[in-house]
């Protein structure tokens, strides 16, 4: 896809959501943290059902590591993986107190250096928290990206380099939570909703007719 068609498809979706932003409920980077480490194989609702109890009962690094790994189990058992989320929010919050005095680091390695952070949490981080031009990629960017042909890719980590070699600057900051939403309630992976979609014109998906009429 030509750059000129790119920036008409960041410019579309901006007019679609004009306040981009994570789903997640948090208060502050840490609990930011705790939440996309929760998301991995969860909903954005099912973790923002578990967290207010669980930031109600540790909202630092410091009442974690008190509360204990056991404790933390209690919190989070009804969200897929919660073993080891719990085991691996522990030793977070020993590292965070151990490492950076308690506080959530700006920097990626220090991040993918803590238990459980991999690129696509450091990038969210980064992004939210930090204002860094990160495009973390989740399944829904995966799959927008590669079938809206803006930046395709065999691999997330491909995907990502492709997206920040083609997005336009003026977009770069809100491009994770723009392509995320409409990964989530647009483009959706089984009924894509291709009628109403603000990229159609400038969409290359061969199937875009198709389910535009389906719809």
């Not at 790119?6 to 939440?35: D, G, M, Q, W």
């Not at 799959?143 to 977009?171: D, H, Q, S």
């Not at 109403?196 to 198709?210: D, G, H, I, N, V």
Request: charged share 20%.
């Amino acid at each position: 896809m030509d750059s000129q068609r790119i920036t008409a498809c960041f410019t579309a979706l901006r007019a679609a959501i004009p306040e981009p932003k994570t789903e997640l409920h948090y208060r502050n980077s840490f609990e930011l943290l705790v939440a996309v480490l929760l998301s991995a194989q969860s909903t954005d609702r099912a973790v923002n059902l578990a967290t207010p109890f669980l930031f109600a009962a540790a909202p630092t690094p410091a009442a974690m590591v008190r509360l204990g790994e056991a404790g933390i189990k209690t919190h989070i058992r009804h969200l897929g993986l919660f073993n080891n989320k719990a085991r691996h929010l522990y030793a977070l919050a020993q590292l965070l107190i151990a490492r950076h005095g308690g506080e959530v680091p700006s920097d990626r390695a220090s991040l993918e250096a803590l238990p459980g952070v991999g690129r696509k949490t450091a990038n969210v981080v980064m992004n939210t928290i930090f204002g860094a031009p990160t495009i973390a990629v989740d399944t829904h960017i995966f799959r927008v990206a590669n079938r809206t042909g803006i930046a395709p890719g065999k691999t997330p980590l491909a995907v990502e380099k492709a997206l920040m070699r083609v997005v336009p600057e003026a977009f770069r900051q809100d491009a994770h939570h723009l392509l995320i939403l409409h990964g989530r309630y647009t483009c959706t992976a089984r009924r894509p909703l291709c009628g109403r979609c603000p990229l159609y014109t400038c969409c290359a998906w061969p199937e875009k007719q198709q389910w535009a009429e389906h719809r």
